[in-house]
């Protein structure tokens, strides 16, 4: 089962007083993580918003919206407590509805941090749901078992306390709606001067698509703008390649669906861990309209960039001032009275050291949420950054800088890139969660290498080369049908056997390790094999895979027999049972019926390594019998 990290946002119908948001580091305007996720824009001339995702062929969806007029926003519970109201998002690019396969809390329960609330079957696959704070379960809207449940629909209703939650026993989808639609007395007199922000900045803009970060991959939850491929001013037309994206998966394309003039970059080129949901760019119709976008801000990004221009102020504040009196300036804003925070950020401060009336919160009415915690910059570390004049600073102080500078000529610190973070997060998941177990046979090479350059000769003028890895990837396509429980998935719930075989190959990349699918393995011949491996291993050295070439697999093979490796043991891809680690041939000395008692034969070292829970030694075993077989008598691989 895929786990996605999903930012869960409150229904844009209800205003609720210090309510948290849900998910790793959910945004105030920003919908939900996904390919085809969209946002709204406040405009007065109808504007339209849109996300691009690589080899997608799917549109952004076009939203006309309507001047705001300062009247009432949304509608306000004023009989119910303090709540969460949980939206079904968009899971994939693909995905118009969903179904709740199953809560996994019940009404009344707390749900703790990382904690799986419910599961739901999209078109693709079935995905986890996982809250990022604590709370408790007040109400399941949509039972389990409801099919063709619409994005952005209500499924259930979270507090912040267990005594909160008998005030929603009798609450309902139709009373929801109903609260939302109606208007209230009381709340239409404060809004229209929340209201006028945020219309101006898109009052007086003209149409205009704005592209906003989707997640390429299940497990995104940030990307990093590696290279824009056009500039301000130039022409897009449908197909052209407009950015590139580094995922935790691969660097990706993004390309454009509909013909327009890049108007503004609001992502600078090289910017890191950009969340999703964060606008890239401006897009539009008309080249007259690009001037207008010239010096447009987009407000709902201050919350992303507040870490960043958090450095910048503070070397201006400690130079303009060197006095002491700088250094309290800016905690001289701490709120007065209560503060309203999370559990969770509460939790953190506490761990840190954090003073939580020093922390601007971005939550609903200035809650303080987890992103808060994790991109507040205390006013001590002003000094920090500003290291370079430490003559006014204490010596203590730069006692500690001075350490580390004493050995920098001999390290090299690189940083890591979204890739290599997760592959180190599944590698320690899959080591840590899977009771891993390993199986290795050798293998008689020596009639493989002799078809191979007979085949060779035969293929030698449609340019053809087949490798011995071609071969292996047959033989291991072939061996999981004769033993289909290691050509299966664990769900968590149940295990999934799969009924066609397709198979990972590794690759390593300058950027990291990741494994390209040769699709239907059982079915294609040896030339059409060598012809994906090639094809896809030069597309993943140039990072130009598309997500749905590396995203899935049923069977993973690892070969660094290239390398002389004679044996090693591989680290299963999770959810996938079994993975095969591939050593190097050698020549050995083996017992022989002939006058000289022995012969010499190419020996090949295999180690598969098994997951405990889906196969049995005994099955494993019977996998390698299989893969020796077809590949010492190669002639049965036409059988």
């Not at 089962?1 to 305007?29: E, Q």
């Not at 079915?523 to 491996?533: R, T």
């Amino acid at each position: 089962m895929l786990r996605l990290m999903l930012r869960l946002r409150p229904s844009c119908g209800l205003r609720r007083p210090r309510s948290p948001l849900l998910g790793p580091a959910a945004l105030g305007a920003r919908s939900p993580p996904g390919a085809a996720s969209t946002k709204r824009l406040h405009c007065a001339a109808g504007s339209r918003t849109s996300s691009l995702a690589s080899g997608l062929s799917h549109r952004g969806a076009l939203l006309r919206c309507p001047p705001l007029t300062g009247g009432r926003r949304g509608g306000r519970f004023y009989s119910l407590p303090p709540h969460q109201k949980v939206e079904l998002p968009a899971l994939s690019p693909t995905m118009q509805t969903g179904t709740i396969a199953r809560w996994e809390k019940k009404e009344g329960e707390k749900i703790s941090e990382g904690e799986l609330i419910a599961e739901v079957e999209t078109d693709k696959a079935t995905v986890g749901f996982e809250i990022l704070e604590e709370c408790y379960m007040a109400k399941i809207l949509v039972p389990e078992g409801t099919r063709d449940v619409n994005i952005g629909a209500v499924i259930c209703i979270t507090v912040d306390s267990p005594d909160l939650v008998a005030a929603f026993k009798d609450v309902t989808l139709e009373s929801l709606q109903a609260a939302a639609v109606s208007p209230s007395p009381v709340a239409s007199t404060p809004p229209p001067a929340a209201a006028a922000p945020p219309a101006s900045p898109g009052s007086s803009y003209p149409p205009h698509m704005k592209v906003t970060l989707p997640a390429l991959s299940p497990t995104m939850t940030m990307g990093t703008v590696q290279r824009w491929e056009k500039k301000v001013g130039e022409k897009l037309s449908e197909g052209d390649l407009l950015a590139e994206i580094e995922t935790d998966k691969a660097t990706i394309g993004f390309e454009v669906q509909e013909e327009g003039y890049l108007a503004k970059i609001m992502v600078a080129e090289g910017t890191r861990d950009v969340p999703l949901g964060v606008p890239l760019c401006i897009i539009v119709e008309k080249e007259s309209d690009i001037a207008a976008f010239k010096d447009y801000v987009e407000t709902g990004l201050t919350e992303v960039s507040t870490p960043a221009p958090a450095a910048a102020p503070a070397p201006a504040a400690a130079v303009a001032a060197p006095s002491p009196a700088s250094a309290p300036a800016a905690p001289p804003a701490p709120r007065k009275g209560r503060v309203f925070a999370s559990p969770l950020a509460k939790k953190l401060a506490a761990e840190k050291g954090i003073d939580l009336a020093q922390v601007s919160g971005s939550g609903p009415d200035g809650r303080i949420t987890r992103k808060d915690i994790d991109s507040f910059v205390p006013p001590k570390a002003a000094p920090a950054v500003t290291a370079a004049p430490p003559a006014s600073v204490t010596p203590a102080a730069s006692a500690p800088a001075a350490a580390p500078a004493a050995p920098a000529g001999n390290f090299t610190d690189i940083p890591i890139s979204n890739i290599r973070k997760v592959i180190a997060q599944r590698l320690m998941q899959s080591k840590q969660t899977i009771p891993h177990y390993y199986l290795s046979v050798d293998v008689n090479m020596d009639q493989v290498l002799e078809l191979r350059k007979d085949l060779n000769n035969e293929v030698k003028a449609q340019n053809i080369k087949l490798s011995v890895n071609d071969f292996i990837i047959k033989a291991s396509a072939l061996a999981c049908l004769k033993v289909p429980e290691c050509n299966s998935s664990w769900m968590d719930t149940v295990i999934r056997q799969n009924h066609v075989v397709d198979l990972s190959v590794a690759v390593s990349t300058a950027s990291g390790l990741i494994t390209p699918i040769v699709f239907n393995a059982h079915v294609k011949g040896l030339a059409a094999i060598s012809s994906d491996v090639s094809a896809l291993a030069a597309k993943a050295r140039d990072g130009k895979l598309q997500p749905h070439e590396f995203q899935g697999g049923t069977f993973t093979i690892s070969n660094l027999g290239m390398f002389g490796v004679k044996n090693f043991s591989a680290i299963i891809n999770p959810p996938q049972a079994c993975i095969l680690a591939v050593g190097g041939s050698e020549k050995r000395l083996m017992p022989a019926d002939n006058e000289k008692g022995f012969d010499v034969a190419s020996m090949m070292s295999v180690t598969l390594s098994c997951d405990h829970r889906v196969v049995d030694g005994a099955v494993g075993a019977q996998w390698l019998a299989e893969f020796r077989k077809f590949l010492e008598k190669p002639v049965t691989m036409l059988l």
